[in-house]
Each structure stands twice: as structure tokens, then as C-alpha cells.
């Protein structure tokens, strides 16, 4: 005997990415304008630009170094 009622209620929503871009699709997030504005995406995250993942590298390496490199 299938279950009632166990599925979410899925709503046609907007997502407004960083750049302003627009994209619909179907979710099960709940909003009150049935719009969701997205801060942080592939076009601003730090994980998607190369650049900026390089210096981030450098940055890790060089506190490892100061924390459990040779002391003098």
C-alpha cells in the first residue's frame, strides 16, 4: 500500500546568480517571491578561478612553513 503525502511539493523558482544572471528551474526551497539570490557561484568562488587558487596554495604552504618548518 504506497505512502500519502511523502513526497516534497516541488515550486517552479528563479535563481539570480552573482552576475545577475537568471535561470528557472524547479525546487523544493521555499521562498516568498519565488525568487532565490545566489552570493556566491562558480563566477565569483575562489574554487573555480585558478588564480586565485594558486595564490591561496601559496598562502597555505608558506603558514605551514612558519608553524613547522626548522626552527633557528
Known sequence: MPKKDIHPEY????V???DGSEIVTRSTMKTKDGTYRAEVDS???PFYNEDLKM???AGRVDKFNKRYGKKS
Not at 515550486?11 to 528563479?14: A, D, G, H, L, Y
Open 11 to 14: 515550486n517552479e523558482i528563479t
Open 16 to 18: 539570480v546568480m552573482s
Open 43 to 45: 563566477k565569483n568562488h
Open 55 to 57: 595564490i591561496t596554495t
